[in-house]
């Protein structure tokens, strides 16, 4: 069983930057960040595969930055130039056995509780 603690959400003004962090109790192979607007289903945001392989969802490609430090089983997402309609409680997520990114939900097996981002504008 892998749990993952998330943190660095907040409020913040359009144009602004945060880093998310999410914290892996165990080793996982794909980890990937998920996010939630209310009244909207959950979206994928980045995914990281095994070898480092990237994926981003079209919304936030070329402002977000997925990273992983491997030696503290810590994932990142840089989130630059946010806007409004980036406000969501965002998750992390890992699966095993797996080696590509991914953005669909149903494949990760575990998940952290959240953190909410809030982009004011």
């Known amino acids: 069983q892998v749990q993952l603690v998330e943190s660095g959400g907040g409020s913040v003004q359009s144009g602004g930057s945060l880093r998310l962090s999410c914290a892996a109790s165990?080793?996982?192979?794909?980890m990937g960040w998920f996010r939630q607007a209310p009244g909207k289903e959950r979206e994928g945001v980045a995914s990281i595969g095994r070898a480092g392989w990237t994926m981003y969802a079209d919304a936030v490609k070329g402002r977000f930055t997925i990273s992983q430090d491997n030696a503290e089983n810590t994932l990142y997402l840089q989130m630059n130039s946010l806007k409004p309609e980036d406000t969501a409680m965002y998750y992390c997520a890992a699966q095993s056995g797996c080696w590509y990114p991914s953005l669909t939900a149903g494949g990760f097996n575990y998940w952290g509780q959240g953190t909410q981002v809030t982009v004011s504008s």
């Open positions: 165990g080793w996982t192979y794909c």
